[in-house]
Nanobody, 131 residues
Framework: QVQLVESGGGPVRAGASLKLFCAVS????????MGWFRQAPGMEREGVAG???????TYGDSVKGRFTISKDNAKNTLYLRMTSLKPEDTAQYYC?????????????????????????WGKGALVTVSS
């Protein structure tokens, strides 16, 4: 059974940094792409960052240069390091994993994964950035 469990969210002030963690279990990671999504109230879920099994990373335009996705295969953990946080970064952040279609998507387009190609979702971690 695949489980993705996020942690590390919380309230911060604008300009601060925060690191999200996603503990992964039950997943053959080498066959998948992984990513972070976020959803603000009243908004659609959007891809924030993706990472392929080859370690290549992709980012949404709104977070490029501020967020860094990484993973530690030995610890079965996915990370999202967020710096220079802005109030508009306030959202529920979700860890996600997809199969070969997801991997092909991020490799071909150089963008975060598409939600329609995600097979597994975490329950989310809330990040609130105040001005």
């Amino acid at each position: 059974q695949v489980q993705l469990v996020e942690s590390g969210g919380g309230p911060v002030r604008a300009g601060a940094s925060l690191k999200l963690f996603c503990a992964v279990s039950g997943l053959t990671e080498s066959a998948y792409c992984m990513g972070w999504f976020r959803q603000a109230p009243g908004m659609e879920r959007e891809g924030v960052a993706g990472i392929g099994s080859d370690g290549n990373t992709t980012y949404g335009d709104s977070v490029k240069g501020r967020f860094t996705i990484s993973k530690d295969n030995a610890k079965n953990t996915l990370y999202l390091r967020m710096t220079s946080l802005k109030p508009e970064d306030t959202a529920q952040y979700y860890c996600a994993a997809g199969g070969l279609s997801c991997l092909a998507y991020i490799r071909a387009l150089g963008v975060p994964p598409s939600a329609r190609l995600v097979d597994y979702w975490g329950k989310g971690a809330l990040v609130t950035v105040s001005s």
